[in-house]
């Protein structure tokens, strides 16, 4: 049967319609409780875990597995901070990891830092921060655990910007190859459970430089800037899933920016076998809450 193209063009447009609708619907892998933008209005994170948990069933697991670096960016920071309470410590990692930064954003998409300055200025901080973002991305490519040593050294691939503060010669930096990419290793920091600046309930993994200059293969300049003469940089990490880490950086205890630290080889080897058991070697303190959970499973 013949149909006129004229008659055709509602159909198609209606199926166009639909395809746009369905394309524009991020599929919801988290629930999240409403909040506004006073900080009163944040919830309890004890009582959030306990209405909407994020690994006590196989299928909450297999939801929390689907999450990506690139999903995480595109939270506002409300957001992050509502996954991150809700996550355990794990294992403290160990090996090279992927990583990428991601600044604070508020519920409009932009930086939080630029909605609490608000107008032109909060544009000009905006457009700093994504050049921050930006040249965080091209200086830092991850981390590197030694969980053995309890020590860990960031990948640093150009040393462009670096290389004015770096004394002596670049060519006795400690290097390592990791997907065929060369990186110098750099700003040593220590590794240990601690609390959480975000969330006391239960520990997370801490990665500490205030003591860098102890570890072996400290080298004055530049790894003192991360450390205690520097902009004492802490940062604390909890396990996403198997090979996938969020973390939060602070300069002592100024909240700066999140990252997400991703190994593939890893997350390819025990993220299915997580899912069905739930199983994981928690290296540091779950807190009561969760150790609830646990008998309650049982």
Known sequence: MHIHVAHRLPVLFFLALMLQACSDQEPKLIEFVDYDEGYASKPDFANLEYEHPLADTREARADLARITPDYLEGLDQEQ???????????????????????????????????EIVGGLKGLIVSYKSKKLESLGGILWKGKVFYRDERVLRNRIEDLVVLAPLIDGSVTDIPKIDVDQKDAWLMFPAKLFCGQSLLDGRR????????????????????????????????????????????????????????????????????????????????????????????????
């Open 80 to 114: 992050v901070d509502q996954i991150y309470a809700r996550l355990s410590a794990g294992s403290i990692p160990d090996g090279a990891f992927d990583g990428d930064l991601f600044f604070p954003r508020g519920s409009s998409g932009k930086s939080r830092k630029a």
């Open 203 to 298: 520990e997370s993994v801490i990665i500490d430089y205030a003591y860098t200059d102890e570890i072996d293969g400290y080298r004055e300049r530049p790894d003192y800037l991360a450390g205690r003469r520097g902009f004492k940089v802490r940062d604390e990490i909890r396990m996403v899933y198997p090979g996938l880490y969020l973390g939060r950086a602070y300069l002592g205890r100024f909240f700066l920016l999140n990252f997400t630290l991703y190994n593939k080889e890893f997350a390819d080897r025990d993220r299915s076998a997580w899912i069905e058991t739930g199983v994981v070697t928690e290296d540091c303190e779950t807190g009561t809450q969760r150790l609830a959970a646990a008998s309650n499973d049982d």
